[in-house]
């Protein structure tokens, strides 16, 4: 589907405006942006076949039915190619897409062929298209039926229990199983898309929806999409199923399924504050709308930062707004990693790292002083304890991935939490109102753009610090970056944050005292966590039980919490929580939960085979990337 000829696309300075409702107006048309393309070493991506400096992609047209029975997306994509003088031949990624046809615009078949696959099979093999002068490429093909971005649910394994649904989750290299382009966050590229699924489900898409969807007549109805700013590949996202919409302001809102919508809108209903209070921090929003979508328990990641539509995991609904973060942190990408993108996965600070400094700021600008410090605690608590475990000079601690190891194998917690203590540490000792200007025109400046650390720290130097040398050798800039560890810099937070609770920790360690139920009750979810996080490791069935009891943790409604006590539990081998274990196993699919709790299983006798046995009934549900990790903890593949 093309709404215009190859010279035209879709305005970078149009405002994405539109409701989810029938009131949706179409984008206009006009000259599009074209993102520029970076080639120095750092911003080398090592993950795609793509050789952008010879040609590239610069949009990209779906056209695509959605087969539920077969579990396959097919149709048509259409590539916008921009070439430079000579260039004989485009290169793509692909992954397990079944190639019909390669032809250029006007119907004229292009050779093409598809190269060997990538050792492991996650890079995939390269799509190598002569291009004979073509500056569009239309490739009919479809993805596979276990195309590994696609999640293809049963209806039993929704909330309603009524319709098949189907989510994708593209980062990080997971896309080209879907969707034939240079699958690179370096190479940005607009995109639309026509979406055909069967009645009466819904489509969502990260672009924003073009007017009602179209009824064709055939028990089939086709969704129309537009993303007219150019972003990394990797934020292609659909979801398609009986969802509905409700409004939260004039510029956000949420969908669920109909029995989930209410839980939902009451989480998520102050969106619009946090959307003011990011603003207020560092200019506009710039993507038009913020709506989001809860999705079954099967998605795998907290959330998603697909533009103008955030994927949630139903586990953040807690019933008091207490993991809200999450919102939090999915929002602020939408400055920090969707506008200002790095451009190779080695440089995943400059999302993540940036982005949680971000997200812990409008905690602070919209839920208190207070509950953001004690949120700064827990990270900079958990940094400090996955440095000692993957060990203080392990490459994996360094922020940008070193070329060593694969970028895929660096710590989270240096990707998240080390990115969040060094910018609060730059923060705390150029002063605030500086430091906020300075970010304020790093994400401006370099707005819809790749950048990579080399960028950053430049930046830095030349418009924070300048000639101060006092100032850089404090901050040691190069140290926290690039070096493995925690700088002795790093900003430490308040140890009367939580006082009170490491108080309580220490008099349980001591001699088994516990807080009282009215205690814990009055407590935040931060402090009940911290308390879980701090108290000792072993621990017998008596105290597990006395601890149970007073504090009733298997009853805990906000999954956090609930996940600590399972965690605790079945470290020890404590019999009573296995039922409990594995109905919230069956039940949740996100991998910051089930992986540790197959990890705590597997590190005994006792639990291995009871690890075993509720992963031969889970497996099938969870998506690939859950799947992968929980492979490896148990040593299993699909045929067991």
């Known amino acids: 589907m093309r709404i215009a000829a190859a010279a035209l696309a879709l305005s970078f300075t149009a405002t994405a405006c539109t409701t989810p409702d029938a009131a949706s107006q179409s984008a206009s048309m006009t000259q599009p942006m074209v993102s520029p393309i970076l080639t120095t070493a750092q911003a080398f991506d090592d993950q795609t076949y793509a050789q952008p400096q010879v040609a590239r992609v610069t949009h990209v047209d779906l056209d695509l039915d959605l087969d539920f029975e077969g579990q396959q997306v097919g149709g048509k994509a259409t590539l916008d190619v921009l070439a430079a003088p000579g260039a004989k ?365 080399e960028m950053f720290l430049a930046d830095l130097r030349e418009k924070l610090i300048g000639n101060d040398a006092q100032l850089e050798a404090r901050l040691m800039l190069d140290e926290w970056v690039y070096g493995t560890g925690l700088p002795s810099n790093a900003l430490k937070p308040d140890p009367q944050t939580f006082a009170a609770v490491d108080n309580a920790v220490a008099a349980y360690a001591a001699d088994g005292t516990l807080p009282t139920a009215n205690t814990w009750t009055g407590w935040t979810a931060a402090e009940q966590r911290r308390f879980l996080e701090r108290m000792p490791e072993e621990r017998t069935d008596e105290q597990l039980a006395a601890l149970d009891a007073r504090l009733g943790l298997s009853e805990a409604g906000n999954n956090e919490v609930l996940f600590l006590w399972l965690e605790a539990a079945l470290r020890n081998q404590y019999d009573p929580a296995v039922p409990q274990a594995e109905r919230f196993l069956s039940q949740v699919g996100r991998n910051k939960f089930v992986s540790p709790l197959f990890t705590a299983l597997s590190e005994s006798d006792w639990g291995k085979p009871i690890a075993r046995r509720i992963y031969a009934e889970t497996r099938d549900s969870y998506h690939s990337y859950t799947r992968g990790r929980v492979d490896a903890t148990l040593g299993m593949t699909a045929g067991e």
């Open 89 to 453: 031949e485009i290169v793509l990624d692909s992954n397990g897409l079944q190639i019909a046809s390669v032809t250029d615009g006007a119907g004229r078949r292009l050779s093409y062929s598809v190269g060997a696959m990538s050792d492991d099979g996650g890079k995939g093999a390269p799509l190598t298209i002569q291009l004979d002068g073509a500056e569009l490429i239309v490739i009919d093909y479809r993805a596979a039926p276990n195309a590994a971005a696609l999640q293809w649910l049963m209806p039993e394994q929704t909330a309603g229990g009524e319709y098949p649904y189907l989510f994708s989750q593209g980062q990080a290299i997971l896309n080209r199983t879907w969707i034939p382009t240079q699958d690179s966050p370096g190479i940005r590229q607009t995109w639309e898309a026509r979406i055909t699924a069967p009645k009466p489900l819904d489509v969502v898409m990260s672009g924003v929806r073009q007017g009602e969807p179209e009824d064709l007549g055939n028990g089939r109805r086709a969704f129309r999409f537009v993303m007219d700013k150019p972003v990394p590949p990797y934020l292609i996202a659909i979801a398609a199923g009986d969802i509905d919409f409700r409004a939260i302001g004039p510029r956000s809102g949420v969908w669920a399924e109909p029995v989930m919508l209410d839980r939902a809108w009451r989480e998520v209903n102050d969106t619009e504050q946090l959307i003011e209070a990011a603003e207020e921090l560092y200019g506009d929003y710039r993507w038009g709308r913020y709506d989001m979508i809860v999705l079954p328990p099967a998605f795998p990641y907290g959330g998603m930062e697909n533009p103008v539509m955030t994927f949630l995991t139903p586990t953040f609904i807690a019933g008091d707004k207490s993991n809200n973060g999450l919102i939090a942190h999915e929002l602020a990408h939408s400055w920090s990693g969707n506008l200002a993108t790095y451009s190779s996965w080695r440089d995943g600070w400059l999302n993540e790292g940036v982005t949680s400094y971000f997200e812990n700021r409008i905690t602070e600008q919209v839920y208190g002083e207070q509950r953001a410090e004690q949120e700064y605690a827990l990270s900079y608590a958990s940094l400090v304890e996955g440095i000692e475990e993957a060990g203080a000079d392990s490459p994996t601690t360094a922020m940008r991935s070193p070329d060593s190891i694969s970028p895929f194998e660096t710590e989270g917690v240096a990707i998240y939490d080390k990115g969040t203590v060094f910018l609060r540490t730059v923060e705390n000792m150029v002063g605030r109102d500086r430091f906020d200007a300075w970010l304020t025109q790093w994400f401006d400046n370099h707005a819809f753009e790749p950048v990579t650390s």
